[in-house]
Every structure is written in structure tokens, then in C-alpha cells.
């Protein structure tokens, strides 16, 4: 996928980018690839963010790990530099439920986002929202949180779990405030296409038809919409192969 084409995932939200891969993928059914716990986005205004998934996993309750491995930091950084752009960080904390302390702040969000990161996808927490919003670095999180305690890399490119999601390093990440889907990998080409065309179709089917209901009866409307639905299932079919929901 070119940087072109994730540029332009990210003008569409998390949902119509679903609608889209829902049409190519060979998962069915189609609930493999988003989040099955709830997510908070902490900057809406960002709007979507998109990128490839570089992994952490972080356990701030045990300082132990500091001793562990002394130069973990610099460790990870280096892993982090070294994969192409944009990315987005996704951070399992071994402490959930527990939030002990934050991954994320004003340092850390600055440092990621010199090294091409534009976001990350948390199960913990983040603190400092204000100064990673001026940093534009997007945070879908679980919650807030005012200290860092004893956090350190424990691990890093690696297949982590958050939001009851499995994800691999590598994957492209979609997120907002609805939550993320990550694509398994080798399904991105033509995922942007996918999602154009499913969004063009409910424009020119079920919306208006919706929408065009002054002066019907109710008999009238429904009919009408069953007709929407029927021709919108029809494109879909058409282009894909398979029938499309909306």
C-alpha cells in the first residue's frame, strides 16, 4: 500500500473503512479484525489515524524489569526507527484491569512521533493529554492517569493483545473514536477502493431513498426503501461477488 493510499484511508472513519474490508476478506465472520472491548479516543479532532503496528508490552507495577534489561529503552527506540512510517504503537499493559502508571506523555509522544509514529492504540493509559495533542500524536486509550511509575519496554515486536484484539507488527492499523480495525495482513490492496465504493453506494441507494420520503405513506416509504436496499445488495454483489450490508 502506497503512502498516497493511507493518506486517503484517512479521510474516511473507522466504520466506512470496515464496510470495505468487510467486502474483500477472507474472515468470516467479518468481527475478527476491530476491537471487542470498548476504546476512548482522547483527541476526536485528530480525526482518523492510520499506519502500520509496531508492539510493546509494558507491566509499570514492576520495577524489576528495570533491572532486568538496563538498556531496554534504547533497545526498543532502535526497533521502533528501524520500520518504515507512518506507525502506530500498539502498547499491551500486563497490569490491566489495574492502570499502575502511563507509557505515554509529553516526552514519550514527541520521541514517537520524531521516529514516524502518529498514534497509539493502549490498553493502559495515558497521561499529559494537552501536551500529546500539541505534538499531534493521536491516543486511543483506556483511560487517564497521573503518573508513570516503574514503566519500561518488556517486550517489543511481538504479537500483543489489547481491547480483546490480537495484533502482529505489521498490520495496518485504522482508528478513531468508534474504535480500530486491524487488518490481517496481505487484505490492504485494494481495501481502499473497497471502502469508496461501498460508501458511493449508500449514497446512491438506501440514504437517499431514506431521505426522499415527503409526501409518501408509510407503505410507500418501505417499499421504497426495500427497493434501495435490494439494488444496493445488487451493487455490491456486482463488484464483489458477495452480498454487501450496510
Known amino acids: 500500500m502506497t503512502h498516497s493510499e493511507i493518506l486517503q484511508l484517512q479521510r474516511w472513519n473507522t466504520p466506512t473503512i470496515y464496510n470495505g474490508w468487510e467486502q474483500i476478506t477472507k474472515h468470516h465472520p467479518c468481527v475478527d479484525a476491530f476491537n471487542l472491548e470498548e476504546t476512548r479516543d482522547f483527541m476526536p479532532q485528530m480525526g ?6 509496531v508492539t510493546v508490552r509494558i507491566e509499570p507495577s514492576q520495577p524489576s524489569h528495570r533491572q532486568t534489561n538496563p538498556q531496554a529503552w534504547s533497545e526498543y527506540r532502535r526497533y521502533i526507527a528501524s520500520v518504515p512510517g507512518p506507525k502506530i504503537v500498539v502498547v499491551q499493559d500486563l497490569d490491566k484491569p489495574r492502570v499502575i502508571g502511563s507509557f505515554w506523555g509529553e516526552v514519550n509522544s514527541n520521541i514517537h512521533r520524531a521516529l514516524g509514529c502518529v498514534g497509539t492504540v493502549t490498553d493502559g493509559a495515558i497521561r499529559d493529554l494537552d501536551e500529546m495533542t500539541h505534538a499531534g500524536f493521536k491516543a486511543i486509550a483506556r ?10 519496554p518488556v517486550e517489543w515486536g511481538v ?7 490480537q495484533i502482529s507488527p505489521g498490520q495496518l492499523i485504522h482508528a478513531d473514536k ?10 490492504e490492496q485494494g481495501l481502499l477502493d473497497a471502502a469508496r465504493f461501498m460508501d458511493t453506494n449508500e449514497c446512491q441507494t438506501v440514504i437517499p431513498a431514506a431521505r426522499s420520503s415527503a409526501g409518501l405513506s408509510t407503505e410507500a416509504l418501505l417499499a421504497q426503501i426495500d427497493e434501495a436496499g435490494a439494488a444496493f445488495g445488487r451493487a455490491a454483489k456486482a463488484h464483489f461477488g458477495r452480498q454487501g450490508e450496510w
Open 48 to 53: 482518523p489515524m492510520v499506519g502500520w503496528a
Open 143 to 152: 483511560r487517564l492517569c497521573v503518573g508513570h511509575a516503574a514503566v519500561h
Open 159 to 165: 504479537e500483543v493483545e489489547v481491547f480483546g484484539r
Open 178 to 187: 468508534h474504535g480500530f480495525l486491524a487488518v490481517p495482513k496481505g487484505e
